[in-house]
T-cell receptor, first 116, second 113 residues
Framework: GAVVSQHPSRVICKSGTSVKIECRSLDFQATTMFWYRQFPKQSLMLMATSNEGSKATYEQGVEKDKFLINHASLTLSTLTVTSAHPEDSSFYIC????????????FGPGTRLTVL | DAKTTQPTSMDCAEGRAANLPCNHSTISGNEYVYWYRQIHSQGPQYIIHGLKNNETNEMASLIITEDRKSSTLILPHATLRDTAVYYCIVRVGGGNQGGKLIFGQGTELSVKP
């Protein structure tokens, strides 16, 4: 099946710093990628839809200036958490759908962010 | 996208069939039913999806009622590795139409020896 990777798998940073998370589709091209956030004991919450070559579409309540998304190629999307604070500590997960109309979304393994 | 309702948790004996129900009474004609599962601290895994016909693959079977207001995911022979949170999601269109998946709270399935 299609594989999506994320890097890093785990990151610890100091409050006020910025953290970049990469999402790659390893064996397929993805016009669209999605970013989710998951707090402990809660479900996944969609943050934004990332479209290759255009601006991301953010869900209501998600600050676009804080969570910067770049989708520069058909296999890579990045999420940058700017000026991170402890309340940004969470599990960040990306997903991608193969270009050309495939029905499934494939998810990455997630990135655990801890802000001290 | 239509809302889904699932039981919070279920238990199943190892080797037995696990039947996970989902209600989606407000589903529209162009919305598909998708099932994903998430094992602790991992990304969700796609299981199966369907529009109105029953579907089967190597992982599971999906039974959709004739009025499409509910469905059941069946794991025919549950193993301990099937312990996970199972999410039933309805989504517009196949392919990338609409695209986004909105996750509810899911059903926490515990498979016991």
């Amino acid at each position: 099946g299609a594989v999506v990777s994320q890097h890093p798998s785990r990151v610890i940073c100091k409050s006020g710093t910025s953290v970049k998370i990469e999402c790659r589709s390893l064996d397929f091209q993805a016009t669209t990628m999605f970013w989710y956030r998951q707090f402990p004991k809660q479900s996944l919450m969609l943050m934004a839809t990332s479209n290759e070559g255009s601006k991301a579409t953010y869900e209501q309540g998600v600050e676009k200036d804080k969570f910067l998304i770049n989708h520069a190629s058909l296999t890579l999307s990045t999420l940058t958490v700017t000026s991170a604070h402890p309340e940004d500590s969470s599990f960040y997960i990306c997903s991608a759908s193969p270009s050309g109309g495939a029905d499934e979304q494939f998810f990455g393994p997630g990135t655990r962010l801890t802000v001290l | 996208d239509a809302k889904t309702t699932q039981p919070t948790s279920m238990d199943c004996a190892e080797g037995r069939a696990a039947n996970l129900p989902c209600n989606h009474s407000t589903i529209s004609g162009n919305e598909y039913v998708y099932w994903y599962r998430q094992i602790h601290s991992q990304g969700p895994q796609y299981i199966i999806h369907g529009l109105k016909n029953n579907e089967t693959n190597e992982m599971a079977s999906l039974i959709i009622t004739e009025d499409r207001k509910s469905s059941t995911l069946i794991l025919p022979h549950a193993t301990l590795r099937d312990t996970a949170v199972y999410y039933c999601i309805v989504r517009v269109g196949g392919g990338n139409q609409g695209g986004k998946l909105i996750f509810g709270q899911g059903t926490e399935l515990s498979v016991k020896p």
